[in-house]
């Protein structure tokens, strides 16, 4: 089992940055694909970022914007958010995966993830 806490979330002007973090506990393993999915009220949940070692894809509305990374001696992955928007407003949920699904695109669905935290609240004021 894993254990996934999300932290970071709040409150932000339109044009500021926040950073998010999601630490794991339990069997955690720098193979697990880490993502990060975002909800908004009465929309679907939206693929944000997601990263398998070094390597990182991401949503298109989000591309040049943010940053995932990891700290695997932390256990922990990060999600650098710039240039924030009245519409990444959302809860933000990171999800870990050990299955392999060859390309990293692949990991843009939710459903190829394992464990999930309880997410973290993001406002954007404009």
């Known amino acids: 089992q894993v254990q996934l806490v999300e932290s970071g979330g709040g409150l932000v002007q339109a044009g500021g940055s926040l950073r998010l973090s999601c630490t794991a506990s339990?069997?955690?393993?720098?193979?697990?694909?880490v993502g990060w999915f975002r909800q908004a009220p009465g929309r679907e949940r939206e693929f944000v970022a997601t990263i398998r070692w070094s390597s990182t894809y991401y949503g298109d509305s989000v591309k040049g914007r943010f940053t995932i990374s990891r700290d695997n001696a932390k256990s922990t992955v990060y999600l650098q958010m710039n240039s924030l928007k009245p519409e990444d407003t959302a809860d933000y949920y990171c999800?870990?995966?050990?299955?392999?699904?060859?390309?990293?695109?692949?990991?843009?669905?939710?459903?190829?993830?394992?464990?999930w935290g309880q997410g973290t609240q993001v406002t954007v004021s404009s």
């Open positions: 339990g069997r955690t393993s720098a193979r697990y694909v």
């Open positions: 999800a870990a995966s050990l299955k392999d699904y060859g390309e990293i695109y692949r990991y843009s669905g939710a459903t190829q993830y394992d464990y």
